[in-house]
Structure formats: structure tokens, C-alpha cells
């Protein structure tokens, strides 16, 4: 029997910084929280191909495993943590970001 | 310092061009990835987990202060202000954007520096011991011959292919700062009869199958080098594995025919090839030689030294850990440890690589060097010059007097920058360096090297670390195994695994007890990690490592 198909979220780099980066409905964004979180598996090989689709900003785009909680996707893998989060030596990368875009 | 030619100058300015025009077009959509992935690999740009990553090579771990000025500014204006030394002697910048990438080049092309050769399979950066042209036990120096191994490999069209990534290292000396019996071949230099030779070593390496490498030949005469080590490559180029990547390096190749088949094979490629090589080489190896003159080293007083040494806690505690004998009267070599307690190993800040710049320009004859260790050395410097370095120094947080020590770890990027990691490095040495730090037992327990990977490849060295650490993802939580009894030095020997891992709560704690464990065993103070683990063995270790195994194994069997 398949196993049934777990939630899951597109992820890939940009092409020009190279940031991980995260599918929504309507485009990109750096943000996990903001993913669009797909629940069903032909929805998520046409995300997967249209990822596929866009070589001229998206870099290895591919479907990472998430778990939902109260509608907010979270990383099941330490892995996609700290693609989601950055480094943990410095304020870098996201984290960064995050700080600029509150301000 | 090797003088580089116009020639060296028009084939950088040439390739940066090539380059730049690849990245456009990859921009522009003209060029997919597939496309473009092994053009970017070929100039040392990766993708990693959270941005690109620029590999740059340091010849033989050498600079000079225009050179480390030069890296200090492309890190402040291409990425966050910071590099990552690592342990082949590069710099690693790990926030570069795509478009800046060929500026990046041409910034380092005004100092006769790139990436290239830096990724691929093919001969990369050559290395060698990083007290080269100074260090009091030396034969000779190292650098010239790693200089023209690097004009030879470099652009080798016979070598842009090769079965698998080649690493080449070379030292001067008997005693081995070089690991050379880690790499794809290790050069040694040395004396017979008064004529300068080489012992080659070939087939060791680390990653996921490490091994020792063997002596293929004891003494090749400096004027048939060149045409050997061609005659090696060559053969490896054949025979090396293309059909399975994890047995392609030439470990594999010596393993798998046997040193003594290789060999035979060798002599005979060499026998074909040796005409070729008229002489040039020796030419060149000459006018190289002429270029890597030692500097003229001053006369000073060195009553300013032992003042300072007497009278100054702080220096004389960095004296004894940081400074190594130097071949001139009155000079000393200066290692600059780049391992302040709960800093990321291998990182320099631009203000810091500047002012090393400042010290090597002012009191170090211009010339800096790169280790393996993730250090910076200040090879050449006058005694009396040494409080004035390390009061400068101390301000940048750069005087940390732990070379050799506990917290003096190799630690690979891991899982924080690195895309094939499963576990992160730079976390679990920052821990372990503190948490000494803190016990105020660092220089107790002496000379003790802890070498972390953030996967097999072994990047961060595990396998020969006295203790080696090793990062895995077990079912999706980081996990830690611990090897000991490695040594990267001309005793070479590859750690043996000590049990289960550890989660990363617990691998500091274990590090701990293994510490503790020896300061009991040891037969006395002069005896050091190392040597009290050959003596014993690993079960007082491993007891210490796992206490509560006995019991359990004992309960299982009850
Ligand atoms: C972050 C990007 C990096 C990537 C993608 C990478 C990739 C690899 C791979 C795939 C191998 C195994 C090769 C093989 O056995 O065929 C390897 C080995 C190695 N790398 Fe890296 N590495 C990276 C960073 C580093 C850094 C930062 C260092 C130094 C701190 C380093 C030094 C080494 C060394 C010494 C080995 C072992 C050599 C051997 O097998 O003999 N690498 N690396
Ligand atoms: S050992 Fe693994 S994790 Fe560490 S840098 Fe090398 S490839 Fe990356």
C-alpha cells in the first residue's frame, strides 16, 4: 500500500543571493511560517514543476516535510530548522532579516 | 614570496572575464543550472544551505600583508564582514551574492589570488606546513617545490578530469604539520648524502574510507619530481575507480592494487614520460627558489622579551603556548590562534585580518602564513618586537593562548553553512571551548587536538584528532560518535571509534569525563593525552566514556 502523503512545504534558493526561500500561493518568500502547505500529493508534484519551471530565480527547488500547528507549518528535520532559521553561530542570514524587516 | 609573472596576470584577468560573462548569462536565463553548476564550481563558487559560498586558495598558506588586506576587504564589501580559514589552507566566504561573485575575482586577481582549482576533480590547492622558510627543524623549504607543483597542476589538461578530487601536501621537515600522510600524496623533503630529495607518500585521505598513506618511494632526486608525480597522476588517472564516486581516490586505487602494483605501474609511465622533461622544470624551480629568499633578519636586543616574559603573566602564559623555534637567533614564530574560547574556529573578522596585515608589514617581514589547524602565523618576528605584538593582538581578541591546546579545535563549517552536512561543528567546539573555559583546565591537560566534522567527508580532520568528533543525524536528531588515538603527525594514525554517539546534550559532558579520565591516568604531568591513550589502550577511556555501560551490562545479562 502508498504511504499516505504527509504535509509538506516547496523550498528551494534564490538564484541571485542564494537564500532558502519558500513557495506560497502566489509566489516567493523567505519565511517558512508564510509557506503554502500542501496537504495533497498531485498538488504537490504541480508546485514541484512549477518550481521546476522558474531557472531563472530558483535554484534546487524540492519538497520538504513539515508538520502544521494551528494552520503554521514547522520543520519535522533539524536540517530544514536551520535552513528556516540560519546559522547558529551568528545573527545571520535570516535572523538578520528578521531583525531589519521589524524595524 | 613567489613573484607572479604577467603571464600568471593575463590568465586570471582571462578566466575572471570568462567567468563574468557565464554569470550573465545565467542570469539572464541564458545559461540553466545544470548548465551552469560546473562553470561556478570551476571558479570555487558553491551553493550552500543558506547562500553561496566563495572558496579561495592560499597557495601553500602563504600571504603577504597586501594579500590579507585585500581578503579583509572583500569580506566587508561582498559579505558580513568576516572569513573562514579552513583547513586545506583556503578562505571561505560564505555570504556572497551571485551577481557580485566576478568582482569578488577581480578584487582578489589584483593580488594574484582566485579560486580556482578550489572545487572539481582535479589537482587542488597545494599545502604545506605553515612554519615553512622559518621553522628551526626544517631541511628546507617547503614552498618552492609547492610552488611549481602548483604551475604544473594548475590548468593541466591532462588533470582537469581526473577520477576524483587530488590534494597534495608537502613539508620540509620530519616533524609533520603537514598531514601529509592524510593526503593523495604527501612530499617530504629530505637529505641524503647532501643532496636535497623527496619521500612520496601516496594514497592517504580521510572521508568516508580514511587511511593512512604509504611510502612509494624513500628518495626521489629534486630534478625527477616533476616528472613523478605526473607519472602518478597519470596512472591514478587510468586505473582510479570513475564508476563508483566512493571508491574513486587514489586511496582506494592503492588499496585495492597494492602499493607494490602501483609502483611497478608508476616506474613504468615514468620511464615513458621522463624525456619530456627537459630541464625547464629545474629552471623554473630555481628562479622560484631565488624568489622565496629568506628575508634579511634583523639583530636586536632581546632584553625586551624577557622583561616581559618575566614580569607579564598573560604573555608569558601566550609565550609558551603561541610561540615556536625559529631557525634565526633572536626570532620566534608567532601563531596567532584563531580559537578564542566560544568563537567560531577558523573565523577572522575583517578588522582582525587587518591587523594581522599591520603586524606582518610592521614586525613580521610581510609575510603571513595559513595552517591547517584554521590559525594564522606570523612566521618571521624579532623577540623583542613580541609584547608589542601581543598587546596588539589582545585588543582584537586575538591573543587567546590555547595553540595546541583543548580549545585550539578544527571544526568544519557543519550543518550551519555546509549543504552535505548531517549534523552542525561550529556549535559543539564553541561548547567545548567554553565549557574548559571555564574549568580553568586547559593548561593543565596540555597538548591535546579535538578535530570535528560535520559529516563523513571529514573536512574538520575527525579521523586524526586525538579526539575526533564526528556529527550524524540519527533518525533525524543530531548525533555525536567520538574516535580517539588519531594523530595527523609523522605518526600518523587514523582514531579508533569509541562506541555509541551522543546526543548533542550529552557529547560535552562525555568530553568532559574523557578529559578527567585522563588527568587521572596519566603517569605524570609531561605524559599528554596522546601518548597516556597508547599506553592504555581505549577501556579506561570508554569506561569513562559510558559509565553506566557495565551496569547495564550486566542487567541485559542478569
Ligand atoms: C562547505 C563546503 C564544503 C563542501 C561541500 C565540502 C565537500 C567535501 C567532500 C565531498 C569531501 C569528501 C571527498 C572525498 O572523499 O572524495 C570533502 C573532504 C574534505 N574537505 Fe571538504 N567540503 C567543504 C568545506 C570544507 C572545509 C571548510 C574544509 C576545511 C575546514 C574542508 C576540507 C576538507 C578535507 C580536509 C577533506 C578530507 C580530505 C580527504 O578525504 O582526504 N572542506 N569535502
Ligand atoms: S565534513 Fe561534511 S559537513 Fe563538514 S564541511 Fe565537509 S562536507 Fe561539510
Not at chain 1, 528551494?12 to 500561493?25: K, Q
Amino acid at each position: 500500500m502508498p504511504k499516505p502523503f504527509t504535509p509538506k512545504v516547496m523550498t528551494a534558493n534564490a538564484l541571485l543571493e542564494g537564500d532558502v526561500i519558500y513557495m506560497t500561493a502566489t509566489g516567493w518568500t523567505r519565511h517558512l511560517e508564510e509557506a503554502e502547505v500542501l496537504t495533497d500529493e498531485a498538488d504537490a508534484d504541480l508546485r514541484l514543476i512549477e518550481a521546476q519551471s522558474q531557472p531563472g530565480s530558483v535554484v534546487g527547488a524540492y519538497l520538504a516535510e513539515v508538520t502544521v500547528q494551528d494552520g503554521v507549518p514547522h520543520p519535522t528535520h533539524f536540517r530544514e530548522d536551520f535552513r528556516a532559521t540560519g546559522p547558529s553561530n551568528y545573527h545571520h542570514g535570516k535572523q538578520a532579516a528578521a531583525t531589519e524587516e521589524r524595524f | 614570496m613567489y613573484h607572479y609573472t604577467e603571464f600568471d596576470a593575463d590568465f586570471l584577468a582571462q578566466r575572471n572575464a570568462q567567468f563574468r560573462a557565464q554569470v550573465e548569462r545565467r542570469i539572464d536565463g541564458s545559461l540553466t543550472e545544470d548548465e551552469f553548476k560546473p562553470l561556478r564550481l570551476m571558479n570555487g563558487l558553491y551553493l550552500q544551505l543558506h547562500a553561496y559560498m566563495l572558496r579561495v586558495a592560499i597557495p601553500y598558506g602563504t600571504l603577504n600583508s597586501r594579500q590579507m588586506d585585500q581578503l579583509a576587504m572583500i569580506a566587508e564589501k561582498w559579505d558580513k564582514g568576516y572569513g573562514h580559514f579552513t583547513t586545506r589552507q583556503n578562505i571561505q566566504y560564505n555570504w556572497p551574492e551571485l551577481r557580485d561573485v566576478p568582482d569578488m575575482l577581480d578584487a582578489l586577481a589584483e593580488v594574484n589570488m582566485h579560486a580556482i582549482q578550489t572545487s572539481g576533480n582535479t589537482i587542488r590547492n597545494v599545502t604545506a606546513d605553515h612554519f615553512a622558510g622559518a621553522a628551526a627543524d626544517e631541511v628546507a623549504d617547503p614552498r618552492p617545490v609547492a610552488e611549481l607543483i602548483r604551475q604544473w597542476s594548475t590548468d593541466h589538461p591532462e588533470f582537469q578530469f581526473l577520477p576524483r578530487k587530488f590534494k597534495v601536501a608537502v613539508t620540509g621537515a620530519a616533524a609533520d604539520r603537514a598531514v601529509i600522510k592524510a593526503h593523495d600524496i604527501g612530499l617530504r623533503i629530505v637529505e641524503r648524502d647532501g643532496a636535497i630529495g623527496y619521500e612520496v607518500i601516496v594514497g592517504g585521505g580521510l572521508g568516508r574510507t580514511p587511511m593512512i598513506g604509504k611510502v612509494l618511494y624513500d628518495f626521489v632526486a629534486e630534478e625527477d619530481l616533476l616528472p613523478t608525480l605526473e607519472a602518478i597522476v597519470s596512472v591514478y588517472n587510468l586505473l582510479g575507480r570513475r564508476d563508483n564516486k566512493y571508491k574513486a581516490r587514489i586511496k582506494i586505487t592503492v588499496h585495492e592494487n597494492g602499493i607494490d602494483d602501483i609502483r611497478a605501474r608508476v616506474d613504468e609511465r615514468y620511464a615513458l614520460i621522463r624525456p619530456q622533461f627537459t630541464g625547464v622544470d629545474q629552471q623554473m624551480l630555481a628562479r622560484i627558489k631565488a624568489d622565496f629568499a629568506a628575508p634579511e633578519f634583523k639583530v636586536g636586543d632581546e632584553a625586551p622579551y624577557r622583561s616581559a616574559y618575566q614580569n607579564d603573566a598573560m604573555f608569558r602564559s601566550w609565550a609558551d603556548t603561541n610561540l615556536s623555534a625559529h631557525r634565526a637567533p633572536g626570532y620566534a614564530i608567532v601563531s596567532i590562534s584563531l580559537k578564542a574560547h566560544g568563537k567560531t574556529p577558523g573565523d577572522a573578522s575583517a578588522r582582525q585580518m587587518r591587523l594581522m596585515a599591520a603586524l606582518a608589514r610592521r614586525y613580521g617581514h610581510d609575510e603571513l602564513r595559513i595552517s591547517h589547524e584554521q590559525n594564522v602565523i606570523l612566521p618571521h618576528v624579532h623577540k623583542s618586537d613580541l609584547p608589542s605584538v601581543f598587546s596588539a593582538l589582545r585588543a582584537e581578541g586575538l591573543g587567546t593562548a590555547n595553540i595546541g591546546l583543548i580549545s585550539d579545535i578544527i571544526a568544519c563549517p557543519g550543518m550551519d553553512y555546509c549543504a552535505l552536512a548531517t549534523a552542525r561543528s561550529i556549535p559543539i567546539a564553541q561548547e567545548i571551548a567554553t565549557r574548559f573555559d571555564e574549568l580553568k583546565l586547559e593548561h593543565d591537560v596540555g597538548p591535546l587536538k579535538i578535530k570535528i566534522s560535520g559529516c563523513i567527508n571529514a573536512c574538520g580532520h575527525h579521523h586524526v584528532g586525538h579526539i575526533g568528533i564526528l556529527g550524524l543525524d540519527r533518525a533525524g536528531v543530531e548525533n555525536y560518535q567520538i574516535t580517539l588515538g588519531g594523530d595527523g603527525t609523522e605518526d600518523a594514525a587514523i582514531g579508533t571509534r569509541a562506541g555509541p554517539g551522543f546526543s548533542a546534550d550529552e557529547i560535552i559532558p562525555a568530553v568532559e569525563r574523557l578529559v578527567l579520565a585522563y588527568l587521572d591516568l596519566r603517569s605524570e604531568p609531561a605524559e599528554t593525552f596522546l601518548q597516556t591513550y597508547r599506553r592504555l589502550g581505549m577501556a579506561p577511556f570508554k569506561a569513562a566514556l559510558y559509565p553506566d555501560a557495565e551496569t547495564k551490562d550486566r542487567a541485559d545479562a542478569a
